[in-house]
């Protein structure tokens, strides 16, 4: 019994030690670009650690770096010295840096000196855009915490840990797992490390922790958190000059205040017009500004509104792994590359799967103007459905995704899952998850990628998910999967359950770019044109077809992808191929974005 007693008071105090441990969460800077930082990218040092020697493995379980254990008296440690191992570049992906590490999944450790003038009156966070997948942050051998999720950003306050000489250490771990999200199967390269920028954000004492701008068709509704040491009322100055709002608002005890504004005339965000107005926030000693656009996003029966006016979704799928070189890590230009590939097919709409990506392609698509599908990396039958640390890492992520983009314009539908199978567990977790995007933000419309068979003939949309979808999504692989070929699409029929929008949010057939034949001969251009040319006419005879989404721009790197011939472990469904050749589907979809966009007008 005694033992018992023992186990359970231990394990009460690792639970308490995880959450006590984790990044902030309830709490993420705002605008980071706006704020003034400590850059912390470029080179930092770089040890690989297969066998996690660098973890302490003791019956005590101390987590140290390795640099710490030498001041545990445990003599100089010979073997091992920071200082002479590998250089990486940060942000980055250590994939695409060391040939060795192409295919690594496992454990590494980082570190980073840097200097810092700490003044006093300011308050300092460090911050990591992401991490993939799992990291133990420490700063001056004192451990901060952990972050889990390879795809959102996470901080700690370092306000009383910074010195005028640090020493960052990160333990990386991007090794898949079964109660991770994703979990372990997933059809996409699993680039691991510091994958995206890390700052030290440095703010005043007390400073606009966040605020949020919606537009209702009429006013713009919008608050503001003041993070403050001392409670109390306190006055906010909120402009948009260009709509003539001048306002001053209080916030209540907590630093909490809301405000409504109705401006006289309003230019609204859409992708004809990506229109956005600075906005600034300041208090007696803080100020951040950035340009927002204001729109608004509804459904009505079948019918997607965007300002009011129904609107078809031109979209285009696409992961996040630069053209030319793959990596997971882009900058402004090879993000906007991406984007303007997409822009070039005359698409409107961007499927940015299957997880968050660069706070920079969000940025991106609301001055390009293209409306965003942003999603959390809930994917296939693998997930463990059932366990509640996996539920609780979901809502973390979508409320980690709403924070960091909650004042895109272009973001237009939050998805929770991609492609999962219809079981109680699985239902369970998703409505909770949708309940989460629903409690962050009533302004934006919730889908998930539901999976419909491969075969032909009549197909219904009965997903009981359905119910609690603004948008009912289907990935739809008939004339790739299966046994029929594109020339059965068009005898496809759709019957839905739900009188709501549909979106066809995947389709797509694989092509080696260069690859010709005729168009039923398999991994030709032609094969893949004439497969998006038929599920395209297949979408005309569709009456709540509100967009489709063919799978995917650019051919991406996945180890899921064996044919030796085409693939090689590449996906081979873009429309253009790794380094950016437009394959002959590019053209045809362009054309038919072309002539859906002409017959709107
Ligand atoms: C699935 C999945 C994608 C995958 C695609 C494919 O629908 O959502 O992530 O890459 O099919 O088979 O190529």
């Known amino acids: 019994m005694k033992f018992l007693y023992r186990y359970s008071f231990f394990l009460l105090l690792s639970v308490l030690f995880i959450q006590s441990s984790q990044a902030q969460y309830n709490s993420l800077v705002e605008n980071i670009y706006d704020r003034e930082r400590i850059d912390l990218n470029g080179t930092w040092k ?3 650690d297969p066998m996690e020697t660098g973890i302490i493995k003791r019956k005590y379980r101390r987590d140290f770096p390795a640099d710490e254990v030498a001041k545990l008296n445990e003599g100089p440690l010979i073997e091992y010295e920071w200082d002479s191992s590998w250089d990486i570049q940060v942000p980055g992906d250590w994939n695409s840096q060391y040939k060795e590490l192409e295919w690594y999944e496992g454990l590494a450790w980082y570190r980073k000196k840097f200097e810092a003038k700490k003044e006093t009156g300011f308050r300092y966070f460090l911050y990591f855009e992401a991490v993939n997948y799992k990291s133990d942050v420490y700063l001056n051998g004192e451990k901060l915490g952990m972050h889990e999720g390879g795809f959102t950003p996470f901080q700690f306050e370092i306000t009383d840990k910074i010195k005028s000489v640090n020493s960052l250490v990160l333990s990386v771990d991007n090794k898949r797992v079964t109660d991770g999200i994703p979990a372990a199967d997933f059809d996409w390269w699993n680039y691991g490390g510091i994958t995206r920028p890390v700052w030290v954000i440095k703010v005043p004492n007390e ?48 630093g909490y205040a809301e405000f409504v504004f109705s401006p006289q005339k309003i230019t609204t965000w859409s992708p004809t017009n990506p229109k956005r107005y600075e906005v600034s926030v300041s208090t007696s000693n803080d100020k951040v500004s950035e340009l927002i656009g204001f729109r608004t996003i509804e459904t009505k029966e079948t ?10 979704l031109r979209g285009i799928c696409l992961h996040e792994e630069a053209i030319g070189k793959p990596t997971r890590t882009l900058n402004w230009e090879t993000a906007e590359e991406l984007l303007l590939s997409a822009k070039g ?6 499927r940015l799967a299957h997880y968050p990506h660069t706070e920079k392609m969000t940025r991106l698509a609301d001055s390009l103007g293209l409306m965003v599908w942003s999603e959390i990396p809930v994917y296939w039958e693998d997930m463990d459905y059932k366990n509640p640390k996996t539920l609780a890492l979901g809502k973390q992520m979508i409320t980690t995704n709403y924070k960091r983009d909650k004042n895109r314009a272009s973001i237009i539908i939050w998805s929770i899952a991609n492609e999962t199978p219809i079981t109680d567990h699985r239902n369970a ?39 609690y979808l603004d948008v009912l999504s289907i990935n739809q692989y008939v004339g790739w999967y299966g046994n029929d070929y594109p020339d059965k699409i068009t005898d496809v029929e759709w019957e839905s359950n739900y009188n709501k929008p549909m979106l066809l949010s995947e389709f797509g057939a694989g092509a080696l770019a260069g690859n010709y034949g005729d168009r039923m001969t398999r991994w030709t251009e032609e094969f893949q044109a004439y497969f998006i040319d038929e599920t395209m006419k297949m979408g005309t005879s569709i009456p709540f077809l509100r967009g489709t989404m063919p799978w995917v721009l650019k051919d991406f790197r996945t180890p899921r992808r064996y044919h030796g011939a085409f693939q090689n472990y590449w996906n081979r469904k873009g429309f253009i191929d790794e380094n950016g050749v437009h394959k002959q589907a590019y053209d045809v979809l362009k054309n038919w974005y072309i002539k859906i966009e002409d017959e709107a007008n």
């Open 303 to 312: 019918e997607i509104l965007l300002n009011g006016e129904s609107v078809f």
């Open 46 to 48: 770089f040890l690989l």
């Open 207 to 254: 400073f606009i922790e966040e605020y949020t701008f919606e537009y209702d068709g009429e006013k713009i509704n919008g608050s503001v958190v003041l993070n403050s040491a001392s409670t109390g009322k306190k006055k906010i100055r909120i402009e948009i000059p260009e709509l003539r709002i001048k306002e001053t608002v209080e916030t209540d005890k907590n």
């Open 429 to 467: 977790f998703l409505k909770e998850l949708i309940t989460t995007v629903r409690e962050n933000d009533q302004t934006r419309l919730v889908s998930a990628a539901l999976k419909v068979s491969h075969d032909g003939g009549v197909k219904n949309i009965d997903d009981p998910l359905g119910k």
């Open 345 to 350: 097919m005359n698409a409107n709409f961007v």
